[in-house]
């Protein structure tokens, strides 16, 4: 069980849709024991949130205005340790999920499920269990045992995270100096990223892995 300094668990939402964020923390406050105390639509103003208010849980989305809210599950699991955090996406768990998990998050839910799967991830989070579709255990399941038998792994896996955002703005369309500007990384440093993926992904050139990216993005990331 979450320790906490009252009997209600407070939760910060961070999402840059006001309607879904404001239906998900009427969906919480519902629930005995459990209240929304603050909001963030945007990355700047979820680093003002966390660093001035006292709370037990964040739900955050991947996707911030561009931004991207794996980054925020980082910085939140660094600064507050003792907080519990759910990844709550409209992103193909199958792709997110296990990066999530792997930056600190205790769950994942997608947000085309249903809203009572939100309140059962919480409690499960709540209970110091890890929270996952049943199809996604499944899923982690089958690929660890594949990776035993064949020491292989898929090669976007290999990536870290700053080379499979860079790959996902690739096949979002951005160039190369927009993705430099939007990361507030410079050209050359974008460049050697690119270099990196063509060599991680064995593809012969920035054409190929364009390509590549933009047909995985199609593939794995929900409408």
């Not at 407070?10 to 919480?28: C, E, N, Q, T, V």
């Not at 930056?103 to 939100?118: H, I, T």
């Not at 593809?203 to 995985?216: D, G, H, P, S, Y």
Request: aromatic share 8%; proline share 3%; charged share 25%.
């Amino acid at each position: 069980m979450i320790k906490t300094c009252k009997d209600v668990v407070s939760f910060i939402i961070i999402d840059d849709h006001p309607i879904f964020r404001k239906g998900l923390a009427y969906l919480i406050n519902s629930e005995e024991g459990f209240e929304v105390i603050g909001e963030a639509s945007t990355f700047e103003e979820t680093i003002l949130l966390i660093e001035n208010e006292r709370f037990d849980f964040a739900i955050i989305d991947i996707s911030l205005n561009g931004k991207n809210g794996l980054e925020l599950v980082k910085i939140l699991r660094h600064n507050h340790p003792d907080t519990y955090c759910l990844v709550l996406s409209m992103y193909d768990e199958a792709v997110f999920a296990t990066r999530s998990l792997n930056l600190g998050a205790q769950g994942y839910v997608m947000k085309s499920e249903d809203p009572s799967c939100v309140i059962s991830a919480i409690k499960t989070i709540i209970d110091g269990k890890i929270y996952l579709s049943p199809d996604m255990e499944d899923t982690i399941l089958t690929q660890m045992v594949d990776s035993i038998m064949s020491k292989s792994f898929d090669p976007i896996q290999r990536l870290s995270d700053r080379e499979f955002e860079i790959f996902r703005l690739i096949g979002k369309g951005y160039k190369p100096h927009q993705i430099a500007e939007k990361l507030y990384l410079k050209p050359g440093t974008i460049e050697t990223y690119r270099k990196s993926l063509k060599k991680k992904l064995h593809m012969k050139n920035a054409i190929e892995l364009r390509q590549f990216a933009i047909e995985w993005s199609n593939n794995n990331i929900s409408n």
